[in-house]
């Protein structure tokens, strides 16, 4: 079982930055494939970023590609979200999620194992 926690959402200005962090609990969370997607309002699910459990093999959504970094820490089962260049249109709920699964097999569904309950992110414009 995988707890996930996410915090560092807020308010931005387009063109800010952000931080997203997931607290996981759990023996397992070292040998899991996370990820992040997010939820704008009156839109579906969109996959962000996933990174393997060596945080060797990284994916991301091309719109995201050179302005969000994913990273992972082991150690202390943690896993980020750095947001840079922020725009109006990243305006969403960001969950973190967690899969026993290798990235290629769960980066383009939604069927994650874990997901955590989400943090809001919003850019102003």
């Known amino acids: 079982q995988v707890q996930l926690v996410e915090s560092g959402g807020g308010l931005v200005q387009a063109g800010g930055s952000l931080r997203l962090s997931c607290a996981a609990s759990?023996?397992?969370?070292?040998?899991?494939?996370m990820g992040w997607f997010r939820q704008a309002p009156g839109k579906e699910r969109e996959f962000v970023a996933a990174?393997?459990?060596?945080?060797?093999?990284?994916y991301y959504a091309n719109s995201m590609k050179g302005r969000f970094t994913i990273g992972r820490d082991n150690a202390k089962n943690l896993v980020y979200l750095q947001m840079n260049s922020l725009k109006p249109e990243d305006t969403a709920v960001y969950f973190c999620l967690a899969d026993p699964r290798p990235p290629p097999v769960v980066v383009a569904t939604t069927s994650w194992d874990y997901w955590g309950q989400g943090t809001q992110v919003t850019v102003s414009s």
């Open positions: 990174i393997n459990w060596s945080g060797r093999s990284i």
């Open positions: 759990g023996r397992t969370f070292s040998s899991y494939t």
